[in-house]
């Protein structure tokens, strides 16, 4: 699947799923909702500067044994785009990020852009 759209992301995410102790796609919807409350952690950061560190770690720790690395940041780069400098620190953090993704027919270098320094400076005393 090339383009990544609306229409096929339920697809797209339930073909790459891997989680051999899932019993019902109840679990799998519960998964796919880590990445809103990814995105709701990160937005209040940004809005009010609350970092939920550890939270947002516990919840791409998680995907990340369910996706994965490629798979689960070309998901952030479709899902969350405007949030890059601010995840990217926690995918390098936990050595989940790959120098490439594929997107949308373009090979994208994920170490281009800008990072957060406070979010980094945050994880280096983790």
């Not at 019902?24 to 880590?34: H, I, K, N, Y």
Request: hydrophobic fraction near 40%; aromatic fraction near 12%; charged fraction near 25%.
């Amino acid at each position: 699947m090339k383009n990544l759209t609306n229409e096929n992301f339920l697809i797209f995410a339930a073909r790459h799923y891997d989680n051999p102790n899932c019993e019902s796609t109840a679990e799998f919807q519960e998964d796919l909702m880590r990445f809103k409350y990814i995105k709701k952690l990160i937005t209040r950061y940004i809005e009010n500067g609350d970092l939920k560190e550890r939270l947002i770690l516990n919840h791409l720790i998680v995907l990340s044994n369910v996706f994965k690395p490629d798979v689960l940041c070309r998901i952030i780069w479709f899902k969350m785009p405007e949030m890059l400098p601010y995840i990217k620190p926690f995918l390098m953090f936990l050595s989940i990020l790959p120098e490439r993704i594929y997107y949308d027919q373009t090979v994208i270098d994920t170490g281009e852009g800008q990072l957060d320094q406070n979010i980094v400076n945050v994880l280096r005393t983790i």
